[in-house]
């Protein structure tokens, strides 16, 4: 419950400072924002994470397109951030070089080339069932 209030406090911020200091009406920052921008979260969620019964095989390398790559912040360095949570995100793309193979190795071969390929694979199959240990 405390959850709740805390979100509907928060949603009630949000939506005062949209419509009252931006001006922007309910249904287009619903519609326009808010729903695309939950959606590519989601969409990055699913990308970057399997059901493994081994937590290492569980993150993915994704190799995204320039695109993607921008929109969502070249999460080809997920599994890798995973390993090394305090490194700067500036020095992970030589250290991504670097470390690449080991990576995969670690993560079972979690390998994405890229959403296209996410989208082909997934766009009308279902990903496996999550495990519970």
Known sequence: MKAWIWHLFGLGLTLG??????????????????????????LRSFAEHRSHTECEGRTAVLEAESLFGILYLYNNYHALHHNTPDMAWYKLPALFREKREDLLKQNHGYLIRGYRNLFRKYLFNTKKIPYFA
């Open 17 to 42: 400072w949209v419509s009252g200091v931006c001006g922007i009406p309910f249904w287009e920052y619903l519609f326009l924002l808010a729903y695309p921008g939950t959606s590519f979260t989601l």
